[in-house]
């Protein structure tokens, strides 16, 4: 029992350094604990402030969309505006440009009909007459192949030329032979003309020959044809294949057929062709009418047309 105290002593001594240590780990927790819970505060302080500048961020990107959305709604009614003006604008445009054009057109068909001869398409058997001082702007001569008297003067206008040649040589290639009995008359030839009939048929030759100033042929745009098998004559001309060829292909070079069977004016000449250009004389055959069965106006419109 002599060691008791001293045990006791010793127990006390353990008790004490183990209830320091205690105390002192228990602060060391203590610590740890604060500093865990600082560096816990910290990152929920950081994560709030990343996520408030993550919101920042996307409400400025959603303020921006939206800015921007605005923007391009305004540039879309803004080029729709445009565009509807552009095209308003432009609608204008073709409009003045459609005036100007119908301007130029009129002033160029004004133009072209004041130098085209107005008598080309008048009616003068018997309706309209030509004074003795006309005669055709210009007059050329009948190639010596197309004439059935090679040694006789034969002349057309010299516009009509190209359209009459083209048909002589196409109804050639087809196996027709037309030649030219009688082109230009001029007035003093047709008075001399109609002079002789007279006294050789008297009033019945108004039943064939015009007088002067009447007659088609001063025009220079009219020819009476003759063809084999008739002897160089106009009698029987109507029942030639000549005939029957220049009734079915005639319109298409602008030559129509002056005095049909019961027409008002003179007997049936099968011969007698005069040009009116091909306008009008497709237009006579597609209506199946004749040159003298049209009102004068409704002629005078394909003037402008005649050499086309």
């Known amino acids: 029992m002599k060691y008791f105290p001293y045990i006791t002593i010793i127990l006390i001594i353990l008790l004490a350094s183990a209830s320091i240590y205690g105390l002192w780990e228990l602060k060391k927790m203590n610590e740890s604990y604060s500093a865990l819970s600082t560096t816990y505060q910290n990152t929920l302080n950081l994560h709030d402030t990343e996520r408030a500048s993550t919101t920042a961020t996307l409400s400025l990107r959603d303020a921006t969309v939206a800015d921007l959305a605005d923007r391009l709604q305004l540039t879309e009614e803004e080029l729709s505006d445009t565009e509807s003006t552009l095209r308003t604008e432009k609608n204008r445009n073709d409009e003045f440009e459609d005036r100007i054009n119908t301007i130029a057109g009129t002033v160029g068909n004004l133009d072209k009909l004041s130098k085209t001869d107005k008598e080309l398409l008048q009616k003068y058997s018997k309706v309209y007459f030509l004074n003795e001082h006309y005669v055709p702007e210009a007059l050329k001569e009948v190639s010596d192949e197309w004439k059935y008297s090679e040694e006789k003067s034969r002349q057309l206008h010299s516009k009509v030329m190209p359209f009459f040649e083209d048909m002589l040589e196409d109804a050639k290639d087809d196996g027709i032979d037309l030649w030219v009995v009688s082109a230009f008359r001029s007035f003093d030839t047709q008075a001399q ?116």
């Open 193 to 308: 003309l109609k002079g002789a009939y007279s006294v050789t048929y008297g009033s019945g030759a108004n039943t064939f020959s015009a007088d002067q100033g009447f007659s088609e042929h001063q025009l220079g745009t009219t020819v009476d044809f003759t063809t084999s098998g008739i002897n160089g004559g106009l009698d029987g001309f109507q029942n030639t294949a000549a005939y029957e060829w220049m009734l079915d292909n005639a319109d298409k070079y602008g030559f129509v057929l002056s005095y049909p069977k019961n027409n008002s004016y003179y007997v049936f000449e099968p011969w007698h062709w005069r040009f009116v250009g091909t306008k009008l004389a497709q237009a006579l055959d597609r209506a199946n009418a004749s040159f003298y069965d049209w009102d004068q106006r409704k002629i005078d419109e394909y003037l402008i047309n005649i050499f086309d």
